[in-house]
């Protein structure tokens, strides 16, 4: 009765494609579901009683013990190119429980990510463990208070079992919400299976799903890759604006949808830096700060060339129209990020030379080492900042040069330089409390903050890492 009272309204219309994209599947039974964070704000936007699911009940949901009515669930098949390395891949630890239909009549996938084994683990153990679930829901709900888009989290429950990495960890299940799970290396699993009609069929599905006013273009797999070049430009623009690196930028980790999805090996930037890396693997700083705009028209490129065969029978032409969506990338993310630096600055007008002003602040700040997030959050007109005296001279010509006074400069800047990211030692001292101590207060407090990131929280939550600190490396969290 719990169930049906909850508010779900599933339906599977990825599970209705053809059955070489997926495998049907439920998850494994764990020994002691009791939940661990539940989002209630999300809850409510999906249309579930979060009175109801915030239970036993619901944890039991969550966990992957009981399954939610309507559900027909399923593990994805996909590709990927990871680290430019191809290999067919699955959804190894992940379960599409279905898509929700939203009381504003949205479709959204749920997805239960360490839910165990499924057809595509290969070795794995199909679980996930609690550190890397709870980070996946503080970063992902920071990403939604940014107003970046982004899959969310909507649970994370604790299974009451262990999973073996490195150590003996506690074992957890994430509620993952998306618009969808349709990735450039779904794609690339279409087109390299050899079933005939694979790629039209996913392109006509995926259309329908994110783009239904060009689910009639002449060209459907190009408008297909037109939508997601430009969808994939204002992504990584806006990445950029508040110095977020995905860190694992691989092929089966970028949505066609446009969302910002999978937070493994991901952080924010302290100090402005280009080269910063922070993924544990990453050694040779291929999905580098500075490298995200270079690699993400790399991963279109791998879509544009699954997409080739529906785009023209000719396979000359195919290139050359392909080559033609891709070749936009470039200036799209470059109007998108100038827009957004451009307002970070307090820039309410255009002029050819305020992307020299723009690169002349971030080299001067990478030359000392500037706080990325404080620096904007904190240029003023009237004061300068240390190390930005020479630079505050030419800003604030330019500033005089466009109407409006110094306060729709200021607002301008306040409403989108952010106070509070999550920064990557409170986001460990959370995780930390957490889980070695099951102290959720710091994690709530810091989940609060990120969630509103433009008013000014408690300090500590704007304080960049201490002078010091040992370098920041993250992991994958498999």
């Not at 279409?190 to 273009?217: C, F, K, M, N, Q």
């Not at 952010?418 to 409390?433: C, D, S, T």
């Amino acid at each position: 009765m719990v169930l049906m009272e909850a508010g779900w309204r599933l339906e599977n219309t990825y599970a209705r494609l053809p059955d070489y994209f997926y495998q049907r599947t439920r998850p494994e039974r764990v020994g002691a579901p009791e939940m661990a964070v539940f989002n209630r704000a999300l809850a409510a936007d999906l249309g579930l009683d979060a009175d109801v699911l915030d239970s036993p009940a619901g944890a039991a949901i969550f966990a992957g013990n009981e399954i939610p009515p309507g559900s027909d669930p399923i593990a994805q098949a996909y590709a990927g190119h990871q680290f430019g390395g191809f290999t067919m891949l699955g959804d190894g630890r992940a379960i599409l429980l279905g898509e929700q239909i939203t009381p504003d009549g949205r479709r959204v996938d749920v997805q239960l990510k360490g839910s165990g084994r499924t057809a595509f683990s290969r070795r794995g153990d199909g679980r996930a463990a609690l550190g890397p679930m709870l980070r996946e829901y503080i970063i992902s709900e920071a990403m939604h208070g940014l107003g970046i888009p982004t899959t969310r989290s909507l649970a994370v429950a604790r299974t009451g079992e262990s999973v073996f990495r490195e150590e003996r960890l506690p074992g957890a299940v994430l509620t993952r919400i998306a618009a969808s799970h349709i990735r450039v290396g779904t794609f690339e699993y279409a087109s390299g299976i050899g079933e005939p009609g694979a790629v039209r069929t996913l392109v006509d599905y995926t259309l329908a799903r994110h783009d239904p006013e060009r689910a009639g273009a002449e060209n459907p797999a190009l408008a297909l890759l037109e939508s997601v070049v430009e969808r994939q430009a204002s992504l990584i623009a806006r990445w950029l604006h508040v110095g977020f690196v995905h860190g694992v930028m691989n092929t089966d980790n970028m949505a066609l949808s446009g969302e910002t999805i999978d937070y493994g090996p991901c952080a924010f930037l302290d100090a402005y830096d280009p080269a910063a890396v922070f993924s544990s693997i990453d050694h040779y700083g291929r999905y580098a700060y500075g490298n995200q705009p270079t690699i993400a028209q790399w991963n279109l490129a791998r879509l544009a060339e699954s997409l080739l065969s529906e785009i023209d029978s000719d396979s000359a032409r195919a290139i050359e129209r392909a080559n033609e969506a891709l070749s936009r990338f470039p200036d799209l993310f470059r109007q998108h990020w100038l827009r957004g630096l451009r307002a970070k600055i307090g820039l309410g007008s255009e002029e050819d030379a305020d992307a020299a002003l723009i690169e002349e602040l971030l080299e001067t700040m990478h030359q000392h080492g500037l706080d990325f997030t404080n620096t904007f959050r904190q240029l003023d007109p009237d004061s300068p900042l240390p190390h930005l005296e020479d630079w505050h001279v030419r800003w604030t010509e330019r500033l005089r040069r466009q109407s409006g006074g110094i306060s729709e400069v200021l607002a301008l800047m306040q409403r989108t330089n952010p106070v509070v990211i999550p920064r990557n030692h409170r986001v460990e001292e959370a995780l930390a409390a957490a889980v070695e101590h099951g102290d959720y207060a710091p994690l709530h407090a810091l989940v609060a903050a990120v969630s509103d990131p433009f008013t000014p929280p408690n300090p500590i939550f704007y304080e960049a890492a201490p002078v010091g600190s040992e370098p920041y490396r993250t992991f994958c969290g498999t």
